[in-house]
């Protein structure tokens, strides 16, 4: 892969997620000034059902994403080679059946279920979010064999058309259908997305090969017990509030899920375009018709990890910093009725940002084989948060305790996946101090500076929270603070190069 190939793939991907996020927030913004506190948070509780439904293949399409890249290296032209639909067949084979198991799982949800805020829903929603749910599951599916040939530019478009026409609808029905309007317009635009990957990428749809299906769940069973371990991390916080707060609280702390998204999507775009290429460069061998050198492609992919995660960390933080001081005034001026929301918000941003250092090193890990030993620690980090949160929640079921706790979380799961990482990466002590230094110290120092700008009452000496000029002198307050890590940690990441080879326009091969 060239440089600037991935830099494209990267960005691209990033800025149709941002696109996409952008959407969202619109929608999320419309949703809660049309449905109020108690209607959100519902709407939030609702989204469960389509968080947890995309892991319903058990690995499948884990093991997917690990072995397909390997059938597809240099196969030329859209066909799928024989190796590769036999593998796509017995992954469509699991996803029937997850799927399946998801509906059954709802449906004694909805039957037995005892929280105030599940019984309130009816029936009509959670079926039409579970419709999305296995909508959703079929795209996965299709995307699994888009990234695998590199595709990342219908992988890009298919998000954003997703997004704005289920999203824009959604707005449009949200004011007179409710929770109802935002589901039928995500069921619109999620149809039209499966129309677009499809017409890209043909794999099987009649479940076969029900063997390589097992074999693909066996193989990606480690990663997918990380992904879920790391779903409970960041959805444990919503289980505690609808345990023992109100709808009206949930609704409050969504605001803040918002910008949870919003800091995590650079890290995960770059660390999806590194993942299939990392998981070909661990199960390339020797003499492969077509492949490099299996040492040369481990070390290359070795590499892109490195420089990826300097420049997001380094550059993430500022980003971060300067955006939080205008949570208050927007908040203020769109939600007046979700100010009770915006210091959980802030927290949120902060524990996004440390969390975001361990994206790119986490899929590293992943994708190179060491999906076991992250396991481990994904799951005790999630226990470990699972019981501070519901403490927490248990003690002062608001908003803002249970971000600090959720957020308190999320540092101790980062600085655990940063360290097994470094010791893959690098051999000499020195460098693998100096990769954790660079990781998680701009993000500490980002996040320091935006909290004392936005919670602290000397901050106050800057101007009004909700008003424009106070968060402008606070946005400039944090810039200049975080220069001198910016100047020191930002030496030789190469951001000027980042920029340079995403402008230029000419074409280069894959």
């Not at 805020?117 to 064999?145: D, E, F, N």
């Not at 997001?312 to 205008?326: D, H, R």
């Not at 005790?380 to 305790?401: D, G, I, K, Y």
């Amino acid at each position: 892969m060239h440089p600037r190939k991935f830099v494209r793939d990267w960005l691209g991907l990033a800025l149709s997620n941002y696109l996409a996020r952008g959407m969202l927030l619109l929608r999320g913004v419309m949703a809660a000034a049309a449905l109020g506190p108690g209607g959100y948070g519902s709407w939030n509780a609702l989204n469960l059902i389509l968080d947890y439904g995309s892991y319903a293949p058990a690995g499948a399409l884990e093991g997917l994403d690990l072995e397909l890249p390997a059938a597809v290296a240099g196969q030329p032209g859209p066909a799928l080679p024989s190796e590769a639909r036999h593998l796509l067949a017995g992954a469509w084979t699991i996803v029937t059946l997850g799927g399946a198991l998801l509906a059954v799982a709802v449906a004694l949800v909805l039957a037995f279920g005892r929280s105030p805020t599940v019984r309130s829903l009816g029936l009509a929603a959670p079926l039409l979010m579970l419709a999305a749910a296995l909508l959703q599951l079929t795209i996965q599916y299709h995307l699994s064999a888009l990234k695998a040939r590199g595709e990342f530019g219908t992988v890009s478009r298919a998000t954003v058309l997703q997004v704005l026409v289920g999203g824009g609808l959604g707005v449009a029905l949200v004011w007179r259908h409710g929770i109802e309007g935002l589901l039928w317009g995500w069921l619109a635009g999620t149809a039209l997305t499966l129309m677009l990957v499809r017409s890209r990428v043909a794999p099987p749809l009649l479940p076969a090969d029900a063997s390589r299906g097992r074999a693909l769940v066996r193989a990606g069973f480690p990663v997918f017990a990380c992904y879920a371990t790391s779903l409970v991390l960041r959805s444990v916080d919503r289980l505690a509030l609808l345990r023992f707060g109100q709808a009206a609280d949930l609704g409050h702390y969504s605001v803040g899920l918002l910008a949870i998204g919003l800091v995590l999507y650079l890290p995960e775009s770059a660390a999806n375009v590194l993942y299939p290429r990392v998981a070909a460069a661990a199960r390339a061998r020797p003499g492969a018709p077509g492949a490099p050198d299996p040492e040369a492609a481990r070390a290359r992919a070795r590499l892109e990890v490195t420089r990826a995660q300097r420049a997001l960390c380094v550059a993430l933080p500022l980003l971060v910093a300067i955006a939080l001081p205008w949570a208050a005034p927007l908040v203020g001026r769109l939600l007046p009725a979700f100010r009770a929301g915006v210091p959980a918000l802030c927290v949120l941003a902060a524990g996004a940002l440390m969390l975001a250092v361990s994206t790119v090193p986490g899929y590293f890990m992943l994708a190179s084989g060491h999906a076991p030993r992250l396991l481990v620690l994904g799951m005790a980090a999630a226990a470990f948060n699972a019981v501070l949160v519901f403490a927490v929640a248990a003690r002062a079921p608001r908003p803002a305790p249970v971000a600090a706790a959720a957020a308190t979380g999320y540092a101790c799961f980062a600085l655990g996946v940063v360290a097994l990482a470094m010791r893959e990466l690098f051999v000499a002590r020195a460098e693998r101090w100096s990769f954790l230094a660079g990781s998680f110290a701009p993000a500490l120092w980002g996040a320091a500076l935006a909290l004392a700008a936005t919670q602290l009452p000397a901050a106050a000496a800057l101007g009004a929270a909700e008003s424009w000029g106070g968060a402008l002198l606070r946005s400039a307050a944090v810039g200049l603070g975080y220069a001198p890590a910016l100047w020191h940690f930002g030496r030789g990441v190469g951001l000027k190069r980042v920029a340079r080879e995403w402008l230029m326009a000419r074409r280069l091969p894959a």
